[in-house]
Structure formats: structure tokens, C-alpha cells
């Protein structure tokens, strides 16, 4: 069985054409500028040439369109017809309480997504757009559905309520949530296969490091708490967002600044973080670069996220009574060894040792630990497509 994967913003759509026979991926691609002008990077896997050019993209619905072209294309493509493809996977950021798994799309779900629109008010619409475009070109192929929140769903009371008035929460769902529920699924699944331990017998805390960053503490292959919350601004400071700050600093701001309300959550949302800290940027590997130049404020920032991250580690040590291994993934978490490494060293106490030599590794699935470091420690590429078009082939073989 063949299945497309799609993740849809509001003027993009990234794709990935799994075999799920052998799970292997067969082309991916990017829809950019979408509702601008548009512009198509559709990537082969099976020696065909790469298409990267302007493509006029005046909706999603030509998007989808463009991308089957080229998927089923003559010069380009990897597949004789669309007759080939048995089902599409969505990924849907916000779930809200009403999904705890990935589910068939139908009309019911269809409108509980568009329930979840004022959780996700930037996400939600790009992903039901998505959905509609797949339905338009493509019939009744089944779809479904993969929630970035739903793993986050067996957190307990004590972690995801807000100590405000409970009205807020029963009323207007305000409450932690979490995200980046898919690659914390695939990681911790991944590391404990490594470890060669049933993932119902272990405590692990899953770091994904990227642009946006979040921890998840997993007990048994549950997530019992998560560093993101009601949106994904909250938790550690990121590429852009500041993480977790008091909420008093948005009045203060308003206040002070003449700005309003929406203009300081957006400077909260994409100037602040690590970029607003260095004034460098927002990648890591800038910030390194700047940092080994003498800049003290990208040193600052690297330091800050390090503890940030260590910090929480902590905490979700304690939330768990124990921790076995730490995970490594996404873009810092796989790549940068630096970061790695300033994080291992606020851990000795925990019984983390890191290995300098494996420490060096990128992109690929390692322990980064030493033999006899108490607790295990991994960097494990995520591979949130595979998790979806997995969950797409279990729900639509039924
Ligand atoms: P997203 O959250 O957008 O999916 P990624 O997981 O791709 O982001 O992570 C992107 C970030 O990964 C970049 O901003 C950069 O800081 C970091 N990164 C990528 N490669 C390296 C590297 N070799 N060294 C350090 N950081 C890296």
C-alpha cells in the first residue's frame, strides 16, 4: 500500500510519498507561497529529476493537484497512476481533548476539527483545508487524521490543569496540551527498542530540539507531562519563542511600550527566544559560530536554552520517581553536539554520563552515553511522516 502524507500550512504543504510495504519513502516535495504565487520542490527517490520551480498556486486544491501531477508524471514521477495511492495521512496539529489517537476522517471528524479552530487559530484552518483539498482531487480516497496533541492525552490532572479558576478550564478548555506528540511517540517507541527493554517497563524523557522545542516525560510509553502547554509558545525558550515567562511581562509590556496586546504576543511568538536574547539568529548553528567569535549574547542564549533544557530534565525526573534514558532529535538534538554536550553536564547527579567520542555523531541513531553511565542516553533522527503513514495504513486496513 502507497501512502501520502501530508503536512499543510497556511501557504505550504509538505509531502512525502511512503511504500508501506517496505516503508520506504518514494518522492517528498514542498508547496510554497501558496495563495501568493507559488512555487513546487518535488524530489524523486528513484533517480528521476527534481522539480523546483514556479508553479502557479492560487489554493491548496492546485497544490494537491501539481503534487500528483508530478507524483504520477512521465519525467518525475514514481508512480503509474494515482489508482496507487490507497490513503492519505494528515498531520492536524490541535486535537484538543476530543482525540487521544489518530482517527478515519468523516464528516464528525471533519467538524471536531473546526471545533478545535480557536485552540489553533493559525493551524487548524490550514490543516481542514488540506483535507478538503486531498477530497476534491482525489475522491474518496480514505484520510486520515494524525493529532501533534493526542499523545499528550494520558497526561494526569496534575499536569495539564493551570492553577486558575476552574471555569476556564470546564468553560474555555484552557488547560496544557502539548505538541510535537508524533515525534515524542516515534522516539521513545525507537529508543526503546535500542535499549532492549519493553517500553511499558521504562521512564524516558524524549528532547525534541528544533526550531520549536519541547521535553515529554513517557512512564511506560505514556506521556505523563510535557514542557509545551496550552499553545506552543510555552516551556523551554526556542529558535523564536521565549518559553515559559511571567505572565505579568505582557501588561508590563503593554503597558510601557504602547504596543498592544497582539503586537507583544507576536514579538513573544517570533522575536524572542534565542534570536532575542544573541540579536544573532535563530539557528544554533549561527549562534555557535557567533558565540566562538567572542559574542557574549549568542554564548548567553546557547547557555540559556542548555540549562532551560537540563532544568526541565530534572523535572521530569522527579515527576517520574526515576529516569532510564534521556532521547536526543530533531534538528538541535540531532545535529548539534555542543548543545548535547552543556546539557550532559548539568545531569552528573542524575547519573548521566556522556561519551565525548559518540557525542561527535550526527543524524544517526546512537548512544551518546558512556557503558557505564547510569541512565542511557540517545540521539534517534524523528520520523514523524513514517508514524503517520503507519497510523494511516493500521486505521484504513480495517
Ligand atoms: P523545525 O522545528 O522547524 O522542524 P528542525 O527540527 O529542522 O526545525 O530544526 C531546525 C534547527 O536545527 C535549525 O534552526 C538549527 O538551529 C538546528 N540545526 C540544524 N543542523 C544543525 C547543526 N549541524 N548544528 C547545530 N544546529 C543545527
Same mark, same amino acid.
Not at 468553560?171 to 484552557?174: G, I, M, R
Given at each position: 500500500m502507497k501512502i501520502l502524507v501530508i503536512n499543510c500550512g497556511s501557504s505550504s504543504l509538505k509531502y512525502q510519498l511512503l511504500? !508501506?510495504?517496505?516503508?520506504?519513502?518514494l518522492a517528498k516535495g514542498l508547496c510554497e507561497r501558496i495563495g501568493i504565487d507559488g512555487h513546487l520542490k518535488h524530489q524523486p527517490q528513484n533517480g528521476k529529476s527534481v522539480f523546483d520551480e514556479d508553479v502557479a498556486l492560487p489554493t491548496h486544491t492546485e497544490a494537491i493537484a501539481a503534487v500528483l501531477d508530478k507524483l504520477t508524471s512521465?519525467?518525475?514521477?514514481?508512480? /503509474?497512476? %494515482?489508482?496507487?495511492?490507497?490513503a492519505v495521512g494528515h498531520r492536524v496539529v490541535h486535537g484538543g481533548e476530543k482525540f487521544a489517537s489518530s482517527v478515519l476522517i468523516n464528516d464528525e471528524v471533519m467538524a471536531a476539527i473546526a471545533e478545535c479552530i480557536p485552540l489553533a487559530p493559525l493551524h487548524n484552518p490550514a490543516n481542514i483545508t488540506g483535507i478538503e483539498a486531498c477530497k476534491a482531487v482525489m475522491g474518496d480516497v480514505p484520510q486520515v487524521a494524525v493529532f501533534?496533541?493526542?499523545?499528550?492525552?494520558? %497526561?494526569?490532572g496534575k499536569a495539564y !490543569?493551570?492553577?486558575?479558576?476552574?471555569e476556564y478550564y470546564t468553560?474555555?478548555?484552557?488547560r496544557r496540551y502539548g505538541f510535537h506528540g508524533t515525534s515524542h511517540r516515534y522516539v521513545s517507541a525507537r529508543a526503546a527498542e535500542m535499549m532492549g527493554k519493553?517500553?511499558?517497563?521504562l521512564k524516558l524523557i524524549s528532547c525534541h530540539m528544533g526550531n520549536g522545542s519541547s521535553i515529554c516525560a513517557i512512564d511506560g510509553g505514556k506521556s505523563?507531562?510535557?514542557? !509545551?502547554?496550552?499553545?506552543?509558545?510555552?516551556g523551554l525558550p526556542m529558535g523564536t519563542r521565549c518559553g515559559?515567562?511571567?505572565?505579568?511581562v505582557l501588561e508590563y509590556l503593554c503597558a510601557n511600550t504602547g504596543k498592544d496586546v497582539k503586537t507583544i504576543t507576536n514579538e513573544l511568538n517570533k522575536k524572542s527566544g534565542v534570536l532575542g536574547v544573541s540579536g544573532?539568529?535563530?539557528?544554533f548553528r549561527d549562534l555557535t559560530k557567533a558565540a566562538g567569535e567572542g559574542n557574549d549574547r549568542a554564548a548567553l542564549a546557547l547557555d540559556m536554552f542548555a540549562y532551560a533544557v537540563a532544568k526541565t530534565i530534572g523535572a521530569y525526573a522527579a515527576a517520574m520517581n526515576g529516569v532510564d534514558g534521556i532521547i536526543f532529535t530533531a534538528g538541535v538534538g540531532e545535529n548539534d553536539a555542543a548543545t548535547r554536550a552543556g546539557i550532559g553536564k548539568y545531569l552528573g547527579w542524575l547519573g548521566v554520563q556522556i561519551c565525548p567520542g559518540c557525542n561527535q555523531k550526527r543524524g544517526e541513531e546512537t548512544?551518546?552515553?558512556? /557503558?557505564?553511565?547510569k541512565v542511557k542516553v540517545m540521539v534517534i533522527p524523528t520520523n514523524e511522516e513514517l508514524v503517520i503513514a503507519r497510523d494511516t495504513k493500521a486505521l484504513t486496513e480495517k
Open positions: 511504500d !508501506m510495504q517496505t516503508e520506504t519513502l512521465e519525467q518525475y514521477g514514481v508512480v /503509474a497512476s %494515482m489508482d496507487e495511492i490507497g501533534d496533541t493526542a499523545f499528550h492525552q494520558t %497526561m494526569p !490543569m493551570y492553577a486558575i479558576p476552574y468553560d474555555l478548555k484552557v519493553p517500553i511499558e517497563e505523563v507531562d510535557t514542557s !509545551m502547554g496550552f499553545t506552543p509558545i510555552a515559559d515567562i511571567d505572565v505579568s544573532v539568529s535563530s539557528d548512544f551518546i552515553s558512556t /557503558a557505564d553511565s
